[in-house]
């Protein structure tokens, strides 16, 4: 069986007089210990659709079976349980708490976990940061770390309470090209060694050949599912050619309420 089933999902979002269609009728399945980047130019539905993935919102219409578990008619509640026992985030700014240490932004999630003592908690936060190679920066807050050393905090974090998914929203999106270069390495060892699914979303083709499928999205719709990089390449470069229609952008989805 799948990991993730997705049956004919739809995402409509309501701005008062207009209807912004962010994702149509899509369907697609993704198998444990997958390797996949979602590929698009702003527009494409790509942020909405890791969303949906993600358990952040609820899709309109269709069906969205997680490990045979339907999430489509799950209360707020219900998704949070999902998301905190399954998936790990990994974003572009990082999102760390910047008067908080690396040790205990990583240790946050499991605050959230029931029947975890302190000294259960530090240890397992301890490991993962020992883990990205930050064993010797537990104490440091995140003024005082790179862009790199912050963003392992983040995988650090959003490994430690052991998810099978990990989603990155443009991981690399605020990294040099060496720093990102390393940061996607570790997403391959995490996925090769660790068995970790990962899915990525990106509009960067370099990011994307670390993945060992490609679906790119355009105007709401998956136009390719390839495992040929440059087949990926070439609707993406048509995606951006035909920009979306006006209205129809991740920005305004993401600034408009989400369901419950």
Known sequence: MPLIQLRDISKVYDLGEVQVAALRSTSLDIEPGEFVALIGPSGSGKSTLMNTLGCLDRPSTGSYLLAGEEIATMSRDQRARIRNQRIGFVFQNFNLLARTTAVENVELPLMYSQGLAHTERRARAVEMLQM???GERLDHHPSQLSGGQQQRVAIA??????PSILLGDEPTGNLDSKTSRDIMSMFRHLNETNGITIILVTHDLNVARNAKRNIVLRDGEVVCDTTDVSQAAKHLH?????PAPKGADDEASATSPQST
């Open 238 to 242: 048509q995606a951006i050619d035909e």
């Open 157 to 162: 974090r959003a490994l430690v309470n052991r």
């Open 132 to 134: 990205v190679g930050l």
